[in-house]
């Protein structure tokens, strides 16, 4: 598979007691997310793909971390442009109120939809473990986003 150029750097680590790191990089700043197996959000991961791939947006890709969330927004701005923002809640200690944040705000829906799709595809392909996770991600029904690869650019 080829590199992909996006706006966003991903990457995803090799699942460990349930718990799956990913860090993206967006404009110098590293933003981690942590997914966990109890809130799977990997299912809902293709139906965002397959969405965006197809432009039927609006499209949202939800992560819950414990206590707070992340989530992946495709959609359309007021001026017709598509947009992919990521949009959660962060707090520094658990005393703290609750803040959302949007963390990234891009037209790069297509590349940043690519790069999630190329490192979590690269991961899974090289490092992934199920033990980690709980089950086998790699079961997941993959073939229905490939598909789509050739026609995104």
């Known amino acids: 598979m080829r590199e992909i150029e996006a706006s966003v750097k991903v990457k995803f680590f090799p699942p460990e007691h349930g718990w799956m790191r990913i860090v993206l990089?967006?404009?110098?700043?590293?933003?981690?997310?942590?997914?966990?197996?109890?809130?799977?959000?990997?299912?809902?991961?293709?139906?965002?793909?397959?969405?965006?791939?197809?432009?039927?947006?609006?499209?949202?890709?939800?992560?819950?971390?414990?206590?707070?969330?992340?989530?992946?927004?495709?959609?359309?701005?007021?001026?017709?442009?598509?947009?992919?923002?990521?949009v959660g809640e962060q707090r520094e200690d658990v005393y703290e109120d609750r803040t959302v944040y949007t963390f990234v705000d891009s037209p790069d829906v297509i590349g940043i939809a690519k790069e999630i799709y190329r490192s979590f595809k690269e991961m899974l392909d090289h490092e992934f473990e199920p033990k980690g996770w709980g089950r086998d991600l790699r079961a997941l029904d993959w073939e229905r986003i490939d598909k789509y690869l050739p026609f995104v650019g």
């Open 25 to 86: 990089t967006y404009a110098g700043r590293d933003i981690p997310i942590h997914s966990s197996n109890v809130f799977d959000p990997y299912p809902a991961l293709l139906d965002w793909l397959e969405k965006v791939f197809n432009h039927e947006l609006p499209a949202r890709w939800h992560i819950t971390e414990e206590e707070t969330y992340i989530d992946f927004i495709a959609d359309i701005d007021e001026s017709g442009t598509e947009r992919l923002r990521l």
